[in-house]
Structures are given as C-alpha cells and as structure tokens.
C-alpha cells in the first residue's frame, strides 16, 4: 500500500477529529481490490494537494469500531473530515479527477 498515514480507532480522534485540516478517510481492507486501484491514487493526491488536506487510511478489520461508527458498509469509502465532522463521503473506486474534484468540494 501507499505512503498515506495510517489510522486507528486509537488515533482517529486526534488524527481526524482533532485536525486543523480537512481530512480524507480511506476506510479500506486488505481483501479489496478496488482498495488497491484507489491506493496509488489517493497517494498521489497527496502528494499535489498535502498543503490543503491530510489523506489518511483506516483498515476496517483492524479497527472496527471507528468503521462501525461511521457506518462504513462497503470498501473503499472516502470520507472527507471537516472541524471534527463528516461532510462528504463517497464508496467505490473513482478515477483520480473525480477524487481531486471530491476533496475541493470540502476545501
């Protein structure tokens, strides 16, 4: 997998929740390879844009509990953060503009 922080249910708080940026949730698992597909992208994005967002990576079989929270029912799902709160979120593999154009959305 890519260079993206990983996250917890330990974590999330401060990570997340706390963050003075808007945060982008990659709830993913292992088994999934949309997971995969949506990975080098999302790695690249932030790259580009990690000035404006924080892209970070929950694996929902580790950390069940932030997944169930959230109500994550299928992988990927892209949650974008915002002072402690969800505002967008979107399942499925989706190609890198349209991910970019996500991320504005909250910026």
């Not at 995969?36 to 992208?41: E, F, T």
């Amino acid at each position: 997998m890519g260079a993206n922080q990983a996250v917890t249910d330990a974590t999330f708080t401060s990570d997340v929740l706390q963050s003075d940026k808007v945060v982008l949730v990659d709830f993913w698992a292992e088994w999934c390879a949309p997971c995969k597909k949506v990975d080098p992208l999302l790695v690249e994005i932030a790259a580009e844009m990690g000035d404006r967002v924080k892209i970070v990576k929950l694996n929902i079989d580790e950390n069940p509990e932030t997944a169930r929270a959230y109500r994550v029912m299928s992988v990927p799902t892209l949650t974008l953060f915002k002072g402690g709160e969800p505002v967008n979120s979107v399942a499925g593999a989706k190609p890198k503009g349209a991910l970019v154009n996500f991320i504005e959305s909250a910026l």
